[in-house]
């Protein structure tokens, strides 16, 4: 089954040939009808990955216009979305001692 990602090429329709991520930014209405017909007409709710279901949901929270069609899926994301890695804290007698030169 087909599963696209952010950076994949949309295989058929009116933006055939262009990635998901340059549909989005261009017409991010269409994702957002596409996934909700591909579910109606044949129960297909993994068509896209959870992390661009989660930018539709997040775009239809944010779109008035949007909202009154469509309702966001919540589709659980199994990665973290975050392009950074998240710090480490050090325990604070270790930032402590180190912040004074004792280790």
């Given at each position: 089954?087909l599963?696209?990602?952010?950076?994949?090429?949309l295989?058929f329709?009116k933006?055939?040939?262009?990635?998901?991520?340059?549909?989005?930014?261009?017409d991010?209405?269409?994702?957002?009808w596409?996934?909700?017909k591909?579910k109606?007409?044949?129960?297909?709710?993994t068509f896209f990955?959870?992390?661009v279901?989660?930018?539709?949901d997040?775009?239809?929270?944010e779109?008035?216009?949007?909202?009154?069609r469509?309702?966001?899926?919540?589709?659980?994301?199994?990665?973290?979305?975050?392009?950074?890695?998240?710090?480490?804290?050090r325990?604070?007698?270790?930032?402590?001692?180190?912040?004074?030169?004792?280790?």
């Amino acid at each position: 089954m087909l599963r696209l990602e952010l950076t994949d090429k949309l295989p058929f329709g009116k933006h055939k040939g262009q990635t998901v991520e340059e549909i989005y930014k261009q017409d991010a209405g269409y994702l957002v009808w596409l996934r909700q017909k591909r579910k109606d007409d044949n129960g297909d709710t993994t068509f896209f990955s959870p992390e661009v279901s989660a930018l539709l949901d997040m775009t239809i929270r944010e779109s008035s216009h949007l909202a009154r069609r469509y309702k966001p899926w919540d589709v659980p994301v199994t990665t973290d979305l975050r392009t950074e890695p998240v710090p480490q804290e050090r325990p604070p007698e270790t930032a402590y001692g180190g912040m004074w030169g004792m280790m």
